[in-house]
Every structure is written in C-alpha cells, then in structure tokens.
C-alpha cells in the first residue's frame, strides 16, 4: 500500500498570504494607535478643554443633518420608482444616480458660489425685485447650509440601497399586508421600512462615512469637524500629536459605527430569496403622477442638474482662460491615479474575497471584515497614519504611498460587488473545480476570473470614480507637484476663484456621469431590478 | 476489497461528531446507495472520499491505496473520484462540451463521442448550461465524471432536484450507464425508491452510525432495528406472547373469518391497483392492503403469517427518538 505523508494544512500558503496583506494594511492603523498611547497626555487634556467638544458637536449636528435630509431624499423616489409606472420613471431611474459623479467639495463651491452676493440669485432679484433682494442676502457659509448640500450630493447613496431592497421585496408581502387589512402606507412603514431596515442602515453608514470623511466643503465652509481639526492641527499648528489623538478619537467613533453596522445586519438580516415573485407596479396616469414626478425632480434637479448648469455656465465665461495643455495633464493625472490604483484595488480584493472563500475558516473571514474598516476611515486619517509609519523610509509623496493609502480607503468599495457575485455562485463550483483537478490558482484563473468578469468590470467603475473625486488622500500624500482634477478644483476654489475651477469640475462629472450611466445600465442587466 | 471504509470519523466540533465510527466495504463495480435523513451527514461523507472534507478519524482505502487515513491525505485532484453534486454545478461560462472536457487529460478524450452516445447528449453539445433542461443537466454532470474514468462515482442526490414525471425514467438511465462502465458508485439520497430501485446494497446511515448494510431485500424482510425497518417503508405493531413484534402491511391479509385481529378502519385510499387501508387495532394504527374498497368506520379482520413477524427490542424505538 502507498502512503502518501503530506497532511499539510489546506490552501496554507493563500492562508498566510492574506493574514500578511492584511497586517500590512492595517500597519497605518496600528502605527495610529501606537502613537496615541505613546504621545504626551496634555495635548489630550488641552484637546478636551478646547476644541473637542466644538468638533464633536459640529461633526454629530452635521451627521444628523445630512441623514434626515439623504433619507428623505433617497427612500421616497425610491419607493415610487420601484413601485409605479409613471413618465419619467426610467430617465429618474438613472437620473437620480448622477449627483454620486459630483464630488461633495464641488457641489458645496458651486451652491455657495450660486448663492453669494454676485451670484445668479442675488443679481436676478437686485436686478427685478430689489424689495426681495435683502432677503437674500444672507451668509450661507453655515453648517446647516452644508448639511443641506451634503444631503443633496450624498443622497444616492440611500436611493440605490432602498431601491434594491424595495425591488427585492416581492409581492407576497403586499399581498399578505392587503390581505391583513393595511394601506398602502401602512404597508410601506409597517412592513417595507423594517423589512428594508439593513439595507437603508447600509446605505445610512455610508452617508455617515463621506460625511466624517468630507474635507473639502467642510473646510470650504469653516465648519470645524473632526477631520478639518486633524488638518489644522497638523498643517497649520504643526501638532502632530494633536492630530494623532483627534484621529484616533475619530477611529473610536468610526469603530463603534461600524460595529454597530455590523451588528445591526447580523440581527436583522432578510433573505428574499424565498419571496422573489416581483410586485406588479401600478400604473399611473399623467395627472395623478404629477406629484411623484415633483418629489423625484427635487434631489436631481437640486443634487444634479442645477449645479451641472451653473458649473457649464462658468466654464462658457472663463473658455478664455482655460490652459487645455493643462487641462489634458491633469485629466491623464487623474485618470492615471484612478485606473491604476482601481486595478491594483480589485486585483487585492478578489485575493481576500478569494482566500476567504476557498479557506472558510473564521480567521479569514474576520480578516476581510476587518479590512473592510478602510473605507469608513476618513483619508486624512489614513495619510498621517502612513506618514507616521513610511517618514523613516523617505517614501512620503511617491506613488506607492498614494496608492496604499487609496487601497486601504477603497479596498471595501471594490469588494463590495464581487462578493455578491462570489456568493451567487454555489460552493459545488470550487469543489467540482477541485474534484476535476484544479489547483487554487487554477480554479481562480479558469473559474472565478471568467465568471465574475462583470461584478470586476462593475467594482472597477466604483473604485475609478471614488479615486477620482477623492480628495483629502491626494492633498496629502500626492507627489510633488502632481496634480489631479480633484485637488486642482479644490486649490482654486479655496482661493476663491471657483469660475477658474469650474472647468476641472465639469471633467470629472462628465467623466464620472458616463461611467456611472454604465455602471447602472449593467447593473439592471445583472441584478434585474424591475 | 476494493472501497474500504475504517472506523471513518468526521466532526467540525469535536463534541458533537457527523460520522461517529462508519466501516464498509464494496465489491468492484458494486452500487451502493446510502440512506439517510436530511443534514445526517450523507454529503460530508461523499466530500470525505472525495478529498473536500478530511476526516478525523479511522481511513478510506481505495482499490488498495489510502486516500485518507492518520497522516495520509491524497489530494482531491489525485483520488480518481468523480463527483457528482447535487445541484448539477455546471460551469456558467463553458458549454456543454467544454464543461465535459473541462481540465480533461488528453488520454480521455478518445472517449467523448461514446460519454456523448450513452448519455444522449450529442446535439446539445454547443449549449450552455441555461439552455439545458434539470435532466440534461445533471446527465451533462455524470458525462463529465465518468470521461475521466473515475474508480468511484459519488452521486449526491442525483434526483431531488427532478420532476417526478422525469425522475423514474432519470434512474433508469443512470443505471444503464453506471451499469454499462462498470462504475463503482455510491449513491446519497433520503429517497428510498432511489435506493430499493437501483442499489445492488443499502447502507443505513442515522447519528453518525452504520444501522444497516445489506441487500435491499434482506434490508426490507430483516430490517437490523426499527429505524431501518420503519424507514423502508410503514409497519404495523402487534402485540404477539406478551411481546412486541411488527409487521409490513403487504403480509397482512383481509379475511372473511372472525380472527383475534380486527382492525377498525379509518380510511381507504385507491391507489390504482388496490385501496391501502389506514385502520386501528388496540390503539395501534396499522396499514394493508386490500383489492376491494372498505368502508369506513367499518370492523375488518386480518391475519398473517407468524414467520413473518420482525421483533426488535423494546428500548429500539426510544433509542432513536
């Protein structure tokens, strides 16, 4: 009889591999915390009697803000757009998506710039109706303001998670609520809203995150945040302690959002696998949808379309002054960085997602969880961690740090849809994989690369459009003198010149527009959202 | 022996073990249908053999070489075992035949046009999967396994996941082509006309533990416990020289004589070639058969052979509740 002694562990090396990457990853993480327990304790204490508690409260009233306006704005369209059959209902489909191509900081430039005293508003009402016009006058450089806007740009975010979760819930749960005796209303907050729970809280995280993230407006509008206080202690009081200690208290409360998340989808997490047969939708005639058409104009007229015609305008008035050699430098910057650094985001993420697939062990499985982390850590707190880890090594503004700081803010983007694509297809496929003699490597390259090629194609535009409006990690950790389209906006815009930077904006909408058009085109295709 | 299974034992958590100690062996070419109920670990046990699952404990040895056993493991890739599962995975991106040729040796391929012929599968070959039938399916999976000339075929459930018009004829088939390759086959499935149809031995599988491994007939006429008798099929309970003894509802009879069994009737249910008859006798519900239709609420009397009365041990049926 032959024995065979080679009782290794299973996909050792795959294992190991990915625990490596990881710590890695986290390294600017952990470099953070190091720091903060070895960093003198008065600068705490200093921080707590001054500037916390006024950083705290800017950062949880704009919170609150920006979600009660996104959750408006994202859930109602939703609901009626998965529901009815109304004119209009496919351009609102996609229309609605857009305002996700408009980056936060140019949105929040643009509306204070339609806003302000030589502005399109003031100068009509001057001009037509001067007994308005003091009415109008006002500083608008305040935090509601902002939480408006933000509410405007940051809204799609809840649209595509409630109109997922609103399409998925089939007809059987209308069907049983009618059959019990519930309106339509009632049937939409006492059975669709808990059922749509995990999604609107998904989709409510993410909003919560670009809003801790958010540098550019926040600045723009001198409300002080946890993130413009890491900046300023930084850059501009030269404290980096300071900016260590404020980052690390903004990593606690991103931690317990997280967790919360996290457990919020573990409690209630639905499976509308079993209930799949579609709602019909109701048809409604022109009139009686003239309402619903309203409520989804206002987010794409206010979150999409006014800004993009003010932002044309500008670029008409300044067309003299635009340097397209410029120009064409800084969209092959951007486009560079974007679709570079998207790749090499894909290419980690389909390794972690893979790992933990083949593997199916714990440690694997909280490894991408824990990964997963990145992107709800705002960029500026990633860049002094790796500017803490990477000073000894003079690596500070090359390629390699601003592409590690992108994979650890956007590795969870990139994930995101190859896992569902991952988790739609059976385990019998690895195993039939492995039983007809494939190796892991083989089985990723002749499998899974094949049949996922579309959730990579789709994880591809997200994490391209994310990197090309990013803001705070370019700022900080780009090479020298190298600009993007993101950081340039921003650059005139804080210099008040924001029909200078109107040009830069309209690239990266245009850009972002037409791939997000794409994207959601094929989305529909995949997912068959009706 | 050709498959040998020795004192096999699998857990994920040690303290609540899958297979507790399972030892069989097949003959070459043998079908072997292992029988059991949803989530006893009938899949875990195909996934051991086939490499997907190491086990903790025991060995698999097949035609004399280990593929499984203390500081013995072959790889999946290397233990010419072909799988078939149960939801008939087929490659999304590949057609029909680049499923079947998928990762082939060239040594094989001389085979295709036969595989083809005997699972009546050549003009679908350009096909992809959604353009295949449930059936077309699963033949397409078998078709797959058997190219590579497995020593061991595992079927996982081959047939759950067909209509009931097509899955007789499925078995058939399937028994044809194992038949014809001289296949040695296990075949999973909690369905026990699967199993008595096809099997050249049954093996009952229940707690982690071989109840049973025999031919179907002696399976159904000496069932080695309760749970195997009651699992192939309903008995009926009798008090019998102050013990209890059971009985299969085809050897009782309906006669015209007063006897000591009478059996109040329930219910009688036509089922094309006689009525089955659902009755109580000393608070026992018993089963038979009968040609005629009975009505109910109606006494009937019954008899029997005393050969053909099965005992068990009392404690048998406490045992597997």
Redesign the interface.
């Known amino acids: 009889?032959?024995?065979?002694?080679?009782?290794i562990l299973?996909n050792k090396r795959w294992v190991l591999g990915s625990i490596f990457l990881a710590i890695v990853f986290l390294s600017p993480i952990i470099a953070l915390f190091v720091n903060f327990f070895s960093s003198d304790k008065n600068t705490l204490i200093y921080l707590l009697e001054t500037v916390l508690l006024d950083y705290s409260f800017n950062t949880i009233y704009l919170i609150f803000i920006v979600s009660i306006f996104s959750l408006f704005l994202g859930i109602i369209p939703a609901w009626y757009i998965s529901n009815y059959k109304f004119f209009g209902r496919n351009f609102f489909d996609i229309a609605l998506y857009l305002p996700l191509a408009i980056p936060s900081y140019i949105m929040g430039f643009t509306y204070i710039d339609i806003l302000s005293y030589t502005g399109p508003i003031q100068s009509f009402f001057r001009s037509n109706a001067s007994f308005l016009a003091d009415y109008f006058n006002n500083d608008y450089l305040q935090i509601e303001v902002l939480g408006i806007i933000l509410g405007f740009a940051l809204y799609p975010y809840l649209y595509a998670a409630s109109r997922i979760s609103f399409s998925m819930i089939g007809s059987n749960y209308f069907n049983i609520s009618k059959n019990l005796g519930l309106s339509k209303l009632q049937t939409f907050y006492k059975v669709i809203l808990p059922l749509s729970r995990p999604a609107i809280f998904s989709g409510l995280f993410l909003v919560i995150m670009e809003v801790l993230n958010e540098y550019g407006a926040v600045k723009y509008f001198g409300v002080n945040t946890y993130t413009t206080g890491i900046f300023r202690s930084w850059f501009s009081l030269g404290d980096v302690g300071g900016a260590i200690q404020l980052a690390c208290i903004l990593l606690f409360v991103v931690m317990v959002l997280f967790i919360l998340e996290k457990q919020s989808l573990k409690k209630s997490k639905f499976y509308y696998g079993k209930n799949v047969k579609i709602q019909q939708m109701i048809s409604l005639k022109t009139i009686s949808s003239a309402p619903i058409i309203l409520v989804c104009s206002i987010p794409f007229l206010f979150g999409f379309l006014i800004p993009c015609v003010f932002i044309v305008f500008n670029v008409i008035q300044t067309y003299n002054e635009i340097n397209f050699h410029k120009l064409f430098i800084l969209v092959n910057n951007s486009v560079f960085v974007s679709s570079l650094s998207s790749i090499i985001i894909i290419l980690i993420a389909l390794f972690f997602l893979f790992v933990e697939r083949i593997s199916k062990n714990k440690i694997n499985s909280q490894i991408s969880n824990l990964i997963s982390l990145g992107y709800a850590i705002p960029g500026a707190v990633i860049g002094l961690g790796l500017i803490i880890l990477f000073s000894p090594f003079s690596l500070i503004g090359s390629f390699f740090i601003l592409f590690f700081a992108y994979i650890i803010r956007f590795l969870a983007v990139a994930k995101s849809p190859i896992k569902s694509s991952l988790e739609k297809h059976?385990e019998?496929?690895d195993?039939?994989g492995?039983?007809?003699?494939?190796?892991p490597l083989?089985l990723l390259k002749?499998?899974h690369l094949?049949?996922n090629k579309f959730a990579l194609i789709s994880a591809f535009i997200v994490t391209f459009i994310d990197v090309m409006k990013e803001l705070p990690i370019t700022l900080i950790l780009r090479p020298f003198n190298f600009d993007t389209l993101a950081t340039k906006t921003y650059e005139f815009a804080v210099e008040e010149m924001i029909p200078l930077s109107s040009i830069y904006s309209l690239v990266i909408i245009l850009i972002g527009s037409v791939m997000l058009l794409f994207l959601k085109k094929f989305i529909n295709k995949q997912i068959n959202v009706s | 022996m050709y498959l040998e299974i020795k004192n096999l034992v699998k857990h994920y958590d040690s303290k609540f073990p899958i297979i507790k100690d399972l030892s069989f062996k097949v003959k070459k070419g043998q079908l072997i249908s292992f029988l059991g109920e949803s989530g006893s670990g009938k899949t875990t046990f195909l996934k051991c053999i086939a490499g997907l699952e190491k086990i903790n404990g025991g060995s698999i040895t097949l035609n004399s070489k280990y593929l499984n056993a203390e500081n013995v493991f072959i790889k999946p890739q290397e233990r010419k075992v072909g799988f078939v599962f149960q939801d008939y995975p087929l490659f999304p991106h590949l057609n029909l035949e680049e499923n079947i040729l998928f990762n082939l040796e060239k040594k094989y391929l001389k085979k295709f046009n036969y595989i083809l012929k005997l699972t009546r599968l050549k003009y679908l070959v350009d096909r992809y999967p959604h353009e295949l039938s449930g059936g077309e399916q699963q033949r397409a999976c078998i078709a797959r396994a058997l190219i590579r000339e497995p020593e061991l075929l595992l079927l996982d459930e081959p047939f759950s996941n067909l209509d009931a018009t097509i899955k007789e004829a499925m078995r058939e088939e399937i028994y044809k082509i194992i038949k014809e390759t001289k296949t040695t086959t296990i075949l999973v499935t909690h369905d026990i006309k699967d199993a008595m149809n096809i099997s050249d031995k049954i093996i009952i599988f229940k707690a982690g533990v071989l109840q049973q491994y025999a031919d179907p007939v002696k399976m159904y006429c000496e069932p080695a416990n309760c749970y195997c008798a009651e699992i192939l099929g309903d008995m009926n309970k009798i008090f019998h020289n102050n013990e209890t003894y059971y009985i299969r509802p085809e050897k009782v009879k309906i006669i015209s004589k007063k006897s000591k069994y009478k059996v109040e009737v329930h219910k009688c249910f036509f089922q094309g070639k006689e009525y089955k008859v659902k009755g109580r006798m000393n608070n026992e519900i018993w089963h038979f058969f009968s040609k005629e239709y009975v009505r109910e609420k109606e006494d009937v009397y019954v008899d029997f052979g005393k050969k053909d009365l099965i005992y068990f041990d009392p404690v048998c049926k406490n045992f597997f509740k």
């Open positions: 009889m032959e024995i065979k002694k080679i009782f299973e059976p019998t496929f195993d039939t492995k039983n007809l003699g494939l190796s083989s002749k499998i094949p049949i």
